[in-house]
């Protein structure tokens, strides 16, 4: 008796700890609900997601509880036979259209929804997005501006030879910058292989794929940084290459926008310079 209780007490000691190391790091990070977002196609993906969470848990509730109630009333031991089968014209009708109206229900919203995603006019701003193994480039179409945003987590973290920081892969040397309350049009496409741009705050993700340009818009509320990764598998490095969004107020943003017009206008060295080939942070060569 006593042999077999010291593995299990190892076991419960090591259940234990592990828990602990989970509550004391994960924990901060674990969320059951997908986010409510920064921008009104967030808010109404997030709740098209609740109404379709709610009609489904009703439909569970109603559907198990008349299969367990059944099974409990109707059980043989209480002397119940199978009921002989009875076509019923009405209740054909009745398990027809409440499917379909609950689909009708949900399907209305949906397709709002995706309409309004779909519409990028009028939009203010427009960059262009690039995917490569791995980092990304932005292009701000019209304002003369562009460079590459890259993992800035110092490798002494990666190799655990430090401390992590609080956004631990998820810093990068050049944000996205973006004024707040305006409509900004994004380009999504890729030079090497598909990718996916992704920020979770702004309610929507799209494939980067070579040769092929996506549309979508976002415009954020508040100004704030946002956060996001690479959601299609391309390559040993995917999991280094992720998004930060920086929203400004507009004086703010036009204050930035001047510097980096500034700073990417060309000089007299530029010939020289582009004769020599930039390399990418993998290694590769653009």
Not at 58 to 87: D, L, N, T
Not at 101 to 109: F, H, Q, T
Not at 143 to 170: C, D, M, W
Not at 240 to 263: G, N, R, S, T, Y
Request: aromatic share 10%; net charge positive.
């Amino acid at each position: 008796m006593a042999i077999d209780y010291i593995p299990r007490r190892g076991g419960i000691a090591l259940g234990g700890a592990i828990l602990t190391a989970w509550s004391a790091g994960a924990h901060a990070e674990f969320a059951l609900n997908m986010p409510r977002g920064v921008t009104a196609i967030s808010h109404d993906v997030y709740s098209l997601h609740m109404l379709i969470f709610w009609i489904c848990v009703v439909i569970g509730v109603v559907v198990f509880g008349a299969m367990f109630w059944s099974i409990y009333h109707h059980r043989k031991s209480r002397g119940a036979v199978p009921a002989q089968f009875h076509e019923s014209t009405l209740v054909e009708i009745v398990w027809t259209v409440i499917p379909m109206l609950i689909l009708i229900g949900m399907a209305i919203p949906a397709t709002k929804t995706l309409v309004r995603m779909a519409d990028t006019r009028d939009a203010e701003l427009t960059v262009k997005v690039t995917g490569y193994q791995w980092r990304w480039q932005y292009d701000y179409l019209n304002e003369g501006v562009q460079f590459f945003s890259t993992l800035s987590t110092p490798q002494a973290q990666i190799r655990n030879l430090a401390s992590k920081g609080e956004h631990y892969l998820l810093e990068v040397d050049n944000p996205l910058v973006v004024p707040v309350g305006k409509k900004v049009r994004i380009l999504t496409t890729a030079a090497d292989v598909i990718h996916s741009w992704w920020v979770p705050d702004l309610g929507w993700k799209k494939d980067a794929i070579p040769g092929f340009i996506n549309e979508s818009w976002t415009l954020i509320e508040k100004p704030g940084v946002y956060r996001g990764q690479c959601a299609e598998l391309c390559g040993k490095d995917h999991g280094f290459m992720p998004i930060v969004v920086k929203a400004l107020p507009e004086a703010e943003f036009k204050q930035w926008l001047a510097q980096m017009q500034a700073k990417n206008k060309p000089g007299p060295k530029t010939a020289q310079n582009d004769s020599n080939p930039q390399t990418a942070s993998g290694g590769q060569t653009l």
